[in-house]
C-alpha cells in the first residue's frame, strides 16, 4: 500500500471575526471573499470621532467631565480617542473591510503611533486590499 500527498497552497485569513480560505496570489481562478467590515472596530472608530466632536465643540471641557457623563472609564475613552488620530486611508480600509489582519480593535485600543507614516509601517498592507461591488479579489 502506498500513500499520496498532496499540497494544497492556501492561507487561512480572519476578517472580521471570520475565518476564510484564500488561494495564494497567481493561483488558477480567483477567489472573491464578501467585504464585511468589523462591526466592532466600526462602532469604536464612530464612537472616537463623536467624542471628539463633542469636546471640540465645547459641550465637555475635558475627557473626566465627558467620560462622566457619558459614564464610561476614562481610560477607556481616552483610548476612543486615540483611533481619531489613524491616517485617513487606515480609516477608509476599516470601514471597507479591507484592513490588514493585524489591524483588529484590541490592537488599536493598545495604542496608536500618532505619525500616519509609523502607522502605515505598522499597519502595513491597509491599502493593498480592493473591494468592488460589495466583493473583495485577491
Given at each position: 500500500m502506498?500513500?499520496?500527498?498532496?499540497?494544497?497552497?492556501?492561507?487561512?485569513?480572519?476578517?472580521?471575526?471570520?475565518?476564510?480560505?484564500?488561494?495564494?496570489?497567481?493561483?488558477?481562478g480567483?477567489t472573491?471573499?464578501?467585504?464585511?467590515?468589523?462591526?466592532?472596530?466600526?462602532?469604536?472608530?464612530?464612537?472616537?470621532?463623536?467624542?471628539?466632536?463633542?469636546?471640540?465643540?465645547?459641550?465637555?471641557?475635558?475627557?473626566?467631565?465627558?467620560?462622566?457623563?457619558?459614564?464610561?472609564?476614562?481610560?477607556?475613552?481616552?483610548?476612543?480617542?486615540?483611533?481619531?488620530?489613524?491616517?485617513?486611508?487606515?480609516?477608509?480600509?476599516?470601514?471597507?473591510?479591507?484592513?490588514?489582519?493585524?489591524?483588529?480593535?484590541?490592537?488599536?485600543?493598545?495604542?496608536?503611533?500618532?505619525?500616519?507614516?509609523?502607522?502605515?509601517?505598522?499597519?502595513?498592507?491597509?491599502?493593498?486590499?480592493?473591494?468592488?461591488?460589495?466583493?473583495?479579489?485577491?
Open positions: 502506498s500513500s499520496l500527498t498532496v499540497h494544497v497552497p492556501l492561507a487561512i485569513r480572519r476578517r472580521g471575526g471570520r475565518k476564510r480560505v484564500v488561494a495564494p496570489e497567481g493561483a488558477p480567483v472573491v471573499l464578501s467585504c464585511r467590515a468589523d462591526p466592532a472596530l466600526v462602532k469604536a472608530l464612530a464612537r472616537g470621532f463623536r467624542y471628539s466632536k463633542l469636546l471640540d465643540q465645547g459641550r465637555y471641557a475635558s475627557i473626566s467631565e465627558m467620560a462622566a457623563a457619558e459614564k464610561i472609564d476614562r481610560g477607556y475613552l481616552g483610548r476612543l480617542l486615540q483611533l481619531t488620530l489613524l491616517a485617513p486611508d487606515i480609516v477608509e480600509a476599516i470601514l471597507d473591510g479591507r484592513q490588514p489582519e493585524g489591524v483588529t480593535l484590541v490592537g488599536l485600543m493598545e495604542g496608536v503611533p500618532v505619525g500616519w507614516v509609523e502607522q502605515r509601517g505598522r499597519f502595513r498592507g491597509a491599502a493593498q486590499l480592493s473591494c468592488r461591488g460589495g466583493s473583495m479579489r485577491l
